[in-house]
């Protein structure tokens, strides 16, 4: 499978995390004990907090449309995904053609000499 194909469906999963954390954001602020579901219960805060902030913008503070921040979240993270994914390959590209340079140890190098 090729990499853009790796960051299309990272991102859908990713996207379709946040729809699905938007949609029961209520069950994200109950007091948890365990420290390990309070860290997955913040990380879970942080990725709907761009379709929260879309959909207050959009209307009411304290009512606001959660069809709204499901599909902002999911556009949002969907994007992000992509970009990173776009991002990383650039890089691997980069990578690939800085090792292909290569500098001759038995010929004077032009950089540097006058």
């Known amino acids: 499978m090729g990499f853009r194909y790796r960051s299309i469906i990272a991102g859908v999963a990713l996207g379709s995390l946040s729809a699905f954390l938007s949609n029961h954001l209520a069950a994200l602020f109950h007091a948890n004990p365990a420290f390990f579901m309070r860290v997955m219960k913040a990380i879970g805060v942080a990725l709907v907090v761009p379709g929260v902030i879309a959909a207050i913008i959009a209307g009411n ?44 140890r038995d010929k004077p190098s032009s950089l540097g000499s006058e």
């Open 61 to 104: 503070a304290h009512d606001f449309a959660l069809w709204l921040a499901a599909t902002v979240n999911f556009l949002f993270w969907l994007g992000f995904a992509l970009l990173v994914g776009l991002f990383i390959a650039r890089l691997r590209q980069l990578r690939r053609a800085i090792s292909a340079v290569t500098i001759s």
